[in-house]
Structure formats: structure tokens, C-alpha cells
């Protein structure tokens, strides 16, 4: 199966670039998968996990949100998201106490900014918590 180039960057770091045979994600339209050679896009992506297939291989991620390219005529992909962690990197205690915390301040929230933040909150920790209880990179 063909592959494209993946690139992954935060405003914190940039994850070593990877081949990919496939790309699956949550953006604002619903779930996709790219495959190699997929025609130039741009889309939002959610809150979600981030599942990338290679070589046998298939590895999640914790993402934050952000922004997708993709060139065709480049076959490379480009992610550019406000965070993304391995699953090696998902401390679960961590997670476990940030979605209690994001509980807290949603039943406590008395404006709809509060409200929001909170429900951002606790779908990034409920989003580690699956991927780390669930998922393993094989």
C-alpha cells in the first residue's frame, strides 16, 4: 500500500515526520481517513484520537484540536494541533484528576464562557483517558 508523509506540529514541538499508509481523525465534518495521494484538504479536527497505520503498525494519539493539510501534490499531510501525546505519554492519574477538576468547574460554571471552557476541559481528558485505558500501539 502507498504512503504519504506525515507531519505533526504543536506550539511546543515538532514530532519526528513519518510515513503513513493511513490517517484517521475526527474533524467538524465527521470522522475521515486519508490514504496516500488524497486530494488537497483542509479541515478543522475535533477534539479526538488520532490513529495513524504504517508497516503493520498502528499508533494513537491524544489530540487537542486544530487544523489538517493536505497536499496532493506533495503526498504530504500536515498536522497542526494545539497538543498531541502518545499514548506512552498519557500519565492516566493525570487525566483521571484533570476530568474530575473539568466536572467541578462545569457544575460550578455561571457563564457560558465557563461552560465552555469546562466542556473543552473535559472532552481533552475523557480523549486521553480512552485512548490510554483502551489503546495500544502495536
Known amino acids: 500500500m502507498d504512503t504519504f ?3 505533526i506540529f504543536t506550539p511546543d514541538k515538532r514530532l519526528p515526520d513519518m510515513d503513513a499508509q493511513s490517517l484517521t481523525l475526527e474533524t467538524s465534518e465527521g470522522q475521515m481517513t486519508l490514504l496516500a495521494h488524497h486530494i488537497d484538504l483542509i479541515a478543522n479536527i475535533e477534539i479526538c ?8 503498525h498502528i499508533y494513537h494519539y491524544a489530540t487537542s484540536g486544530g487544523a489538517l493539510y493536505f497536499m496532493h501534490d506533495k503526498n504530504v ?7 498531541v501525546e502518545s499514548v506512552e505519554e498519557i500519565d492516566l492519574q493525570r487525566a483521571i484528576a484533570s476530568k474530575t477538576q ?3 468547574l462545569l457544575q460550578e460554571a455561571k457563564t457560558v464562557v465557563e461552560t465552555n471552557n469546562a466542556e473543552i476541559q473535559l472532552k481533552r481528558a475523557i480523549n486521553r483517558i480512552n485512548i490510554k485505558s483502551t489503546k495500544k500501539d502495536v
Open 77 to 83: 499531510a500536515r498536522l497542526l494541533v494545539t497538543s
Open 5 to 7: 508523509k506525515l507531519e
Open 102 to 104: 473539568a466536572e467541578k
Open 49 to 56: 484520537p488520532v490513529v495513524i497505520k504504517n508497516n503493520g
